[in-house]
């Protein structure tokens, strides 16, 4: 029990540990990566002295004199002296270095007597080097005894036995070819078949026998029958197991003494060191490939199980970078702590990803993903944490238990690996920790916004499985999927706050920073490269180049040694033959130095020792020492061996001994009569090399090209769609020239009114609207459905009896019918709708009334019958017959556009029952009050699932919403009611003269009871009502204020607990709501009150047509500011925290701060459009366009979006705008409605 | 036939797969190639243990043991793969350790370092080496199988093998370098219990692509 305990505490204590750290780490995710980040940089500092790896050899060079061999121990001075070189070396590589012209030249000589004899003096030198032998006190040295022993070759390499010593001194010259034996050579009729017998054939990377027994490069050797310099080098090469210095500077003396070198400049004091890395041959790889093909598997099926996160691909490279920041940091601490590693990092590297494994990121991740999402991140992360703490702290403490015990094996190389893979594991928890939490707190914060994002579309945007049978279509719908939708993409709505590093995001895709930077980078890669040649390319490329040119194969017969790249060269020079038999003489070894520098003629060769020379081991292959070891089974990987300086030798024979040493065959070979000299092959072959190149090199842009158009669309890049209304110049982009991508959002277009829409009044959950047509529609404000349908009876009546008969109570007095034919701009006409203060009118045809989009509520109020007509109303006769006899003609021969709709509610529809689908009820016969049918909305409001409609006559009426049925009505007044507010139970009702009149809507209920739909509501809108069907509603009208203002009251506005009214006498009143109390007359507008904007917070702005706007303080009745901001009326006003929205009949919109009165910016909006906006969070405002809505960045008036809201948007302007709770905004757009899913407002509480 | 006719709906590729016949012949395939694959590679890396430096042609070395060395080790591991579930079904212990790809993918690449150990690495004595595979033999399983049934199946096959082996080399068709311990390599068993360990852990993984799918089958039907 008291283990369990002390386990249990253990556990809770590491529960709670990771907990705490799992909220540190999501509470500060950028200092914690940038933390990680640093120490990760610091740990691979050390890597920094690493040597890179690579295969190529490494030099080092040391003076001769005061040369001894290095210790096996590292001595002081490490700082000079590389790690490889230690202990003595494989072999002491002593090079004799032979140069031989047959000098002068002489016309009579053949090609052959180039080389023959030069090579011939080879077989003396030997002698001579093999004979020499250095005696002094301490006895007699020859090379027998100093010399690298070397006894088999490998098996494979029966072919060389005759050529490769196989017993005794390793001892390569060009000798080699005839078994060093001088018979052999003077036997041979072809020199260079002998030679070329040897060569590999086709495209062989390894060194070729010829440049081992050589010992210069090929082009250097000069044994070529078109030799231009005739000039033959080769050398002898001595591998010496021990350094005697005093045997060898002897043997140089001697030689030198011999054949003197006398303008040769060769220093002799340099000893150079060669070491050779570990060579990767295929054989090698194929293991290692594999392991890493594993790996990569099983990298690829971990990160497959990440799964619920925003980003998969980005938290599967979170893994990976925090796995291989681990391992290298590892290998830097150890290298830190003077551990320096020795197993081949990329053959380990595999094991160690393996062992460290990828286990506890997936665990952790999954055990997030895991947690409620309705969490806040930060909890989600932390409880995920100490989900999974104690699995992970026993994961950690097993693998380190195993690795440690691997530890124990005592076995160097796998102690170094545990070493690495507890470095490794350690550091991995660690940054599995810090890096990886909170990579995956970031990603799940982000997740959780695009997931919100995503839900309130889903739930509205689904597009209507079938269309409703009460919303008939003229017209087919538009495709849902409209091209003209424009709108910003998800993220960067998100980042509609964070704009700089949008900024910045922009800028480097703008500027292709990123590839320019990689681009640079790989091309002073490639310089560095070429520039220091590590890997000896170019030496193997110009081998390859020379190897394949037919410059020394002319002489051969097609099927040897002929490249299938390039066929041989000149088939005539095989064809030549010359049978001229020359006598065979040994040549007696005789000195010639008196022929050096003796005749200088045009054609005499010349010997020249330069600095090329001195380094001639560097223009050898790579592989030179290395494969010529490997033939004896020794290996140079990881060793090293000392070249010593070369003997220079140089041999002047005569034309004469020339001659003697010729083969009788030797003048068959003559040249062709027109040789091509080298430079031309050359060349040819450079130009063959260079055509091939600039031929593929065409071919792949082609083919990338292809690739690229066959891929990519044709405007891959290019911004957007265009679109014609707004054209590109007049988005307000950005200033690094980034306009809004396209992404689909469809606004959801609702479809049922056949006129106009007047009047839109929402509550969040419903929407109602109403039509010039008085039909009145309430729908769902979340799915767009159609509710409910109050059409209005009077003129479906009336038109059915086959006229209008309408009769309203329509003030002359204010409103003379002239006035709205002739289409003056009559404020008294408009300002009593709710839908006014828009600014446009247009004229249209007056010959259909459908046409009449910019006039609210006029067409049923002409009244057309001018005989029927009061009299004391009765204008002259003649002034109106005619149009009296056009207007009934017209609507004679036209049904009416009200006619056109018949809702047709008896036809059987397969649709889901939703209320809408109902019958049109017919006029409750026993509806509390009568009905005037014939006088149309003027105002609307909305609260609950109560209607209340102001109508021209004078009428309040409350409709269910829901049921449609009439369930109050009111007629004490006589006077059009121009604007309705509907505060809790209260409604007050502006009327046409300027009255105020305040209603109590009573149920038989008490208040208290009443129930409450739907969420808390956001800025004014409280909380609704809900009235069941079965109360019965009263409406009492409280008080009336008769003259509340001198002249119509324009606006009406009302929020907490206060009532706001400003009218066309210049004044806004404020009244309390409770009893109806006339708090305060504003007065300080030098026009008619066109605006005002009351929230719950008391702000009180005002607009007036003189363009001014006013802030006032509510509970003071001060004015807090005033400024000008239009030119002519202010038409809308909006408040937020921070700034002031307006627009005014100039088409702008100023958005001021709001404490300082500064105007921050304006937009300028399209001509008749600025009257519409609204706002949908702190910083995103919307705007109402020609047949589009514009979102708006408040905070930097960017433009972030603009969603068309239908494919004919000509000349249908959206004049209001609505912003639901939910984030949606309704708009009118003709005789539809509009409603478009903002793809996100969400900002979340960090 | 309901089974002939649900079949027949799902669709040709389904029907393929949930055949049984058809489903054992794939995944023997699967397991031969996978088991020839890595017996060419091992052996290479076998191979250069002895040898320091290669002749040109280095392909032939890759098949310079005798040839039918591969497809022995093919044959082996496909019937080993198709062991394991098998004797899971039988005994009725299913086999629940992390049964996912990655983690199969690991155990290969444990399998494999222990072969790179055993080539590369030097060690002291044979006996050494001998414990230390064997340590990291019994390290892989219970890694990745810790099942009674795999630890006695990898063991008597592991045996099995080295007896086959000793008996072919003491009849001369086959030859060690170099006999160390009791005349065999001393890696030999252990080499052998971690690749039964490994090619059952494959087979298992395959089959439960057979069980899922006569899960859904089920849950169709």
């Known amino acids: 029990p008291a283990l369990m305990t002390v386990r249990e505490r253990l556990r809770q204590n590491i529960s709670a540990a990771f907990y705490r750290h ?7 995710p950028v200092p914690i990566v940038l933390f990680t980040s640093a120490s990760i940089l610091t740990c691979c500092y050390p890597l920094l002295k690493l040597p890179l790896p690579g295969t190529g050899p490494v030099v080092f060079t040391t003076g001769v004199r005061d040369y001894t061999i290095p210790y096996h121990e590292p001595q002081g001075e490490i700082g000079e002296r590389p790690e490889w070189y230690r202990g003595p070396p494989v072999a002491y590589i002593q090079q004799v270095l032979v140069k031989a012209a047959v000098s002068p030249w002489d016309n009579t000589l053949v090609p052959v007597d180039v080389f023959r004899s030069p090579i011939g003096r080879v077989f003396s030198l030997l002698e001579e080097i093999r004979n020499h032998v250095y005696t002094d006190s301490s006895g007699v040295r020859s090379l027998e005894s100093l010399c690298l022993q070397v006894t088999d070759l490998l098996p494979g390499l029966r072919r060389m036995q005759t050529i490769l010593p196989e017993h005794g001194c390793l001892l390569v010259s060009p000798g080699n070819y005839w078994q060093n034996q001088r018979d052999l050579f003077d036997l041979d009729s072809d020199l260079l078949k002998t030679i070329h017998q040897h ?22 050797t000069g044994v070529s029958l078109y030799s231009k310099k005739r000039v033959v080098t080769y050398t002898i090469t001595i591998a010496l197991s021990s350094y005697d210095p005093r045997f060898l500077g002897s043997l140089r003396a001697r030689l030198k003494q011999l054949h003197p070198s006398l303008n040769c400049t060769l220093r002799d004091d340099h000893m150079v060191h060669v070491h050779f890395k570990e060579e990767i041959g295929i054989a090698e790889l194929i293991p290692l490939v594999t392991t890493y093909i594993i790996l990569f598997a099983y990298i690829y099926f971990s990160t497959r199980k990440i799964d619920m996160v925003k980003s998969k691909w980005g938290l599967a490279l979170a893994a990976v970078v925090t796995v291989l920041s681990s391992l290298l940091m590892s290998v830097g601490l150890c290298t830190l702590f003077g551990l320096t590693p020795t197993l081949n990092g990329g053959e380990i590297f595999p094991y160690l990803v393996v062992v460290i494994g990828l286990e506890n990121v997936l665990v952790l991740t999954k055990s997030v993903v895991s947690t409620p999402v309705d969490l806040e991140v930060k909890l989600r992360i932390a409880q995920g944490l100490s989900n999974e703490s104690w699995s992970i702290m026993k994961n950690v403490a097993t693998e380190l238990g195993i690795i440690l015990i691997g530890y124990f094996t005592l076995v160097p190389a796998i102690q170094e690996f545990c070493l690495f893979a507890v470095v490794g594991l350690v550091s991995d928890f660690f940054l599995q920790m810090f890096f990886f939490t909170t990579v995956l707190s970031i990603d799940i914060r982000r997740m959780e916004l695009a997931d919100l994002n995503r839900r309130l579309p889903a739930e509205a945007g689904m597009p209507q499985p079938k269309p409703g049978p009460l919303r008939p279509r003229e017209t087919p719908p538009p495709p849902r999927q409209s091209p003209h939708t424009i709108t910003l993409q998800a993220p960067a709505f998100r980042n509609l706050r964070l704009p700089k590093r949008l900024r910045v995001v922009y800028f480097l895709a703008r500027t292709r920073l990123a590839q320019r930077i990689i681009m640079v980078g790989t091309v002073i890669w490639i310089g560095i490269l070429v520039y220091t040649d590590p890997a000896g390319l170019r030496t193997y490329l110009a081998a390859q180049v020379s190897e394949q040119s037919p410059l020394g194969e002319s002489g051969l017969p097609p099927h040897l040694g002929v490249a299938p790249v390039f066929p041989g060269g000149d088939p005539t020079s095989t064809l030549s033959v010359l049978p001229a038999p020359e006598p065979t003489i040994i040549p ?45 089974n020794i290996t140079l990987a990881k060793r090293y061996i000392s070249i010593l300086p070369v003997i220079p030798v140089t041999l002047h024979l005569s034309p004469q001994e020339a001659i003697e040493t010729r083969h009788p065959q030797d003048t068959r070979h003559q040249p062709p009569p027109i040789p091509r000299t080298p430079d031309q092959q050359n060349d040819l072959t450079l130009y063959k090399v260079a055509a091939l190149g600039l031929a593929a090199g065409v071919l792949l842009v082609l083919l990338l090209f292809c690739l690229y158009r066959v891929l990519c669309p044709r405007n891959y890049g290019q911004n957007g769609v265009p679109h014609g209304r707004r054209r590109r110049g007049d988005l307000p982009c950005d200033e690094y020239g980034y306009s809004p991508p396209v992404s689909e959002i469809s606004p959801l277009l609702l479809r049922g009114h056949s006129m106009d829409i007047e009047c839109l009044a929402s509550d969040g959950m419903l929407l109602a609207s109403c039509c010039l047509a008085g039909q009145i529609r309430v729908w769902d404000a979340q799915t767009g459905d159609c509710l409910t349908i109050i059409p209005n009876n009077g003129l479906r009546r009336s038109s059915s009896s086959g006229g209008w008969e309408h009769r309203d109570g329509w003030d002359p007095m204010t409103m003379p019918e002239p006035d709205t034919l002739s289409g003056a701009d009559t404020g008294a ?44 109303q009765k204008p002259p006769k003649n002034g109106f017959d005619f149009g009296e006899l056009v207007d009934r003609a017209y609507q004679e021969h036209e049904p009416s556009p009200s006619l056109a709709f018949t809702p047709s509610p008896t036809a059987p529809q397969p649709r889901r029952p939703s209320v809408g689908d109902q019958p049109v009820m017919s006029p409750d016969p026993c509806s509390p009050g009568p009905t005037d049918w014939d006088s149309s909305v003027w105002a609307m409001e909305l609260r609950g699932n109560l209607i209340a409609a102001g109508r021209s006559s004078g009428k309040l009426e409350l409709w269910d919403a829901v049921e449609g049925s009439l369930r109050c009505c009111n007629e004490d007044g006589v006077s059009g009611i121009t604007a309705l507010a509907f505060h809790n139970n209260r409604i007050v009702a502006a009327r046409l003269n300027g009255s105020l009149d305040f209603f109590t809507v009573e149920t038989n209920k008490p208040l208290g009871l009443l129930q409450y739909r739907g969420a808390p509501g956001r800025g004014s809108m409280p909380p609704s009502p809900c009235y069941r069907s079965e109360d019965v509603i009263n409406c009492q009208l409280t008080r009336s204020v008769q003259c509340a203002h001198q002249k119509p009251i324009t606006v009406l506005r009302a929020a907490a607990g206060r009532v706001v009214t400003g009218s066309q006498d210049h004044t806004v009143r404020v009244y309390r709501l409770e009893d109806s109390c006339c708090l305060f007359t504003l007065q300080g507008h030098s026009g008619g009150i066109t605006s005002i904007y009351i929230d719950q917070t008391m702000v009180l702005a005002s607009g007036g047509q003189d363009g001014a706007i006013c802030l006032w303080d509510v509970l003071t009745g001060s004015r807090v500011s005033h400024v000008y901001g239009h030119r002519g009326d202010v038409t809308s006003l909006v408040c937020t925290t921070s700034c002031v929205i307006s627009s005014g009949l100039d088409d702008l919109i100023c958005i001021w701060d709001r404490s300082t009165g500064i105007k921050l910016y304006s937009i300028q909006q399209e001509v008749g459009c600025g009257a519409s906006l609204g706002v949908i969070s702190e910083s995103l405002l919307v705007t109402g366009g020609q047949g589009c809505v514009s979102f708006w960045d408040l905070n930097f008036g960017d433009l972030l979006q603009t969603v068309y809201l239908g494919q004919n948007s000509e000349g249908q302007g959206v004049r209001q705008l609505l912003v639901l709770e939910n984030a949606a905004i309704v708009c009118d757009f003709g005789s539809e409605l509009s409603l478009v899913y903002v793809p996100s407002v969400l900002e979340k509480l960090d | 036939h309901t089974w002939n006719s649900s079949v027949s709906q799902v669709g040709p590729y389904i029907a393929v797969i949930t055949n049984r016949t058809t489903n054992v012949v794939i995944r023997g395939t699967m397991l031969f190639s996978v088991g020839v694959f890595l017996a060419l590679v091992l052996n290479l890396l076998q191979v250069q243990r002895n040898v320091t430096l290669f002749p040109p042609d280095v392909l032939s070395s890759v098949f310079s043991s005798a040839w039918w060395v591969p497809p022995c080790c093919g044959s082996a591991s496909a019937l080993i793969g198709l062991l394991y579930p098998c004797i899971d079904h039988c005994l009725g212990e299913p086999h629940k350790l992390k049964r996912e790809w990655s983690s199969v993918m690991r155990c290969v690449a444990v399998f494999v370092g222990i072969n790179h150990a055993s080539a590369k690495v030097d060690f002291a004595n044979n006996v050494q080496l001998s414990l230390t595979l064997a340590a990291l033999s019994i390290g892989l399983w219970w890694t990745f199988d810790r099942s009674r049934s795999g630890f006695g199946l990898g063991v008597g096959i592991a045996l099995l093998a080295t007896l086959v082996t000793q008996l072919l080399v003491y009849n001369g068709v086959f030859q060690y370098t170099s006999p160390d311990f009791l005349y065999i390599r001393s890696w030999l068993p252990c080499i052998f219990f971690a690749g039964v360990i490994t090619i059952g852990n494959i087979g298992r993984q395959l089959a439960l692509y057979e069980c899922k799918v006569v899960q859904e089958k089920i849950h169709q039907d």
């Open chain 1, 199 to 220: 060569e590999p054939k086709g495209f062989h990377i390894s060194t070729s026998l010829r440049d081992l027994l050589f010992g210069v490069m090929k082009e250097h």
């Open chain 1, 588 to 632: 007696e070894n005789h000195s010639n130095g008196h022929d050096s520098l003796g005749h200088i003629t045009p054609v005499s060769p010349q010997i020249s020792w330069g600095p090329e020379d001195e380094d001639g081991w560097k223009h050898l292959y790579l592989r030179q020492w290395p494969s010529l070891f490997s033939y004896y």
């Open chain 1, 829 to 872: 006409c408009l300002e009593g709708a709710e839908c006014d203060g828009y600014p446009l009118r247009r004229r249209l045809t007056p010959s259909r009334p459908a046409l009449f989009v910019d006039q609210p509520d006029l067409t049923p109020l002409i009244d057309t019958n001018f005989s029927e007509l009061p009299p004391s």
């Open chain 1, 22 to 28: 799992g909220l540190l780490c999501a509470s500060y």
